[in-house]
């Protein structure tokens, strides 16, 4: 059973930069695409971008294109979530998430995901 542990979150002020790490356990994270989302205080979760199982393609939602960036290193078993220019509205809890897709593309639609972390809070405060 694929497992997957967020770390990196904590408080920055605008402007500012963090990367979020994605650790899996129980499985090789070869055949996965991994997803990126963020869920704020009384809204919905949102998919922010993706990342397929060889890395070679990415996907990313408009709100974080130029500022966000994704990628992997499969030997590590770790995915990682570059995050720049940082804005107070990118408050929120972010998630890491998988879905079994050895070949293709990723895609953001939630539904898609089957593999969850527990989440870790990114502030972006002065």
């Known amino acids: 059973q694929l497992q997957l542990v967020e770390s990196g979150g904590g408080l920055v002020q605008p402007g500012g930069s963090l990367r979020l790490s994605c650790a899996a356990s129980?499985?090789?994270?070869?055949?996965?695409?991994i997803g990126w989302f963020r869920q704020a205080p009384g809204k919905g979760r949102e998919g922010l971008l993706c990342?397929?199982?060889?890395?070679?393609?990415?996907n990313y939602a408009d709100s974080v294109k130029g500022r966000f960036t994704v990628s992997r290193d499969n030997a590590k078993n770790t995915v990682y979530l570059q995050m720049n220019s940082l804005k107070p509205e990118d408050t929120a809890v972010y998630y890491c998430?998988?879905?079994?897709?050895?070949?293709?593309?990723?895609?953001?639609?939630?539904?898609?995901?089957?593999?969850w972390g527990q989440g870790t809070q990114v502030t972006v405060s002065s």
């Open positions: 990342i397929n199982s060889s890395g070679g393609s990415t």
């Open positions: 998430a998988a879905y079994y897709r050895p070949f293709g593309r990723c895609v953001l639609p939630i539904n898609e995901y089957k593999y």
């Open positions: 129980g499985a090789t994270l070869d055949y996965y695409s």
